[in-house]
């Protein structure tokens, strides 16, 4: 029998080696991964201290910018009216006007809505009091809007993306002060959010998201439609473009059971398809009420 060359030694103590080698390899990718997973679990997580009452704001759809038809502009009372009597959640957008009135309106600017130019955060309250689409609707105050819908449905107010942010959530919060009906805030800005919820801590908000990254590409929109920027906002809900993320929603309310709205349902056939929402904001159409 010939005995073992040292080269067969060499040989056994370097398979051994590069199989503690791998071995640590595989732990660190393993333990990265865990830490990569439990880092974004942490930024995307919502509150969920809150179901049992976010409950009450799920037994409706919210109808977009008020119940509008031909001749009942958006974002007007008499689309809010409209809304109210037939029993659906109102959505609606808040902005600033130059001198602090919390004013309800979508658009930056008033070509669209008011056939004029202009600036609405540029302008006074006075300065739009102004028709809007023809119509002998006036652009309203929240006030205004408030005193309108009574507290008869749930309101779903949009705080619009502003460098005016503590101005704006200041203002809200005070014409919301005295008001007894159901409401929820959301916004695109989870900077607002988060001073709502350090101003009020009460109030449940929503973070805005879905699609943002398609419409203009930056890192800013890619980590919102991934809801990293809930660590600012920690949302009780969620309001998600309806054409986007489906898998993701699913397994996000799957692990985390908070309610995710759609926005903007514009036809039945999506309304009942996309069941994967908790409730929808909708336009066009009427949907069942109360279910």
Excluded at 11 to 40: H, M, P
Excluded at 91 to 115: A, M, N, W, Y
Excluded at 169 to 186: F, H, M, N, Q, R
Excluded at 224 to 244: T, V
Aim: charged fraction near 25%; aromatic fraction near 12%.
């Amino acid at each position: 029998m010939k005995p073992l060359s040292s080269g067969f030694f060499f040989g056994y103590e370097r398979k051994r080696e590069n199989r503690k080698d791998k071995n640590v390899i595989r732990k660190i990718f393993r333990w990265t991964g865990l830490l990569l997973a439990a880092l974004y679990t942490w930024l995307v997580f919502p509150n969920t201290k809150r179901t049992e009452k976010m409950k009450p704001f799920t037994q409706t759809d919210y109808a977009h910018r008020g119940l509008h038809a031909h001749g009942v502009p958006e974002n007007s009372l008499g689309a809010f009216r409209r809304a109210a009597a037939y029993g659906y959640g109102i959505e609606f957008d808040v902005q600033l006007s130059k001198d602090g009135v919390p004013v309800v309106f979508h658009d930056d600017t008033l070509e669209r809505i008011c056939q004029r130019e202009g600036i609405v955060e540029e302008l006074s309250r006075e300065e739009l009091l102004l028709p809007l689409q023809s119509t002998e609707e006036i652009l309203p105050t929240l006030q205004e809007v408030l005193l309108e819908v009574g507290g008869r449905v749930p309101l779903l107010i949009e705080l619009k993306v502003t460098k005016r942010k503590k101005e704006l959530v200041d203002a809200v919060l005070k014409e919301l002060e005295d008001y007894t009906g159901p409401y929820l805030i959301e916004s695109f800005d989870p900077l607002v959010l988060n001073i709502v919820r350090k101003k009020a801590p009460a109030v449940l908000v929503g973070q805005l998201s879905g699609g943002l990254y398609h419409e203009k590409r930056s890192l800013s929109r890619f980590l919102a439609d991934r809801l990293l920027w809930n660590a600012y906002s920690r949302p009780d809900f969620i309001a998600y473009q309806h054409r986007y993320g489906r898998w993701f929603l699913q397994a996000y309310h799957a692990l985390f059971r908070v309610p995710i709205f759609s926005y903007t349902i514009d036809n039945q056939r999506d309304y009942h398809k996309k069941s994967w929402f908790t409730r929808h904001i909708f336009e066009g159409f009427l949907p069942p009420r109360g279910g």
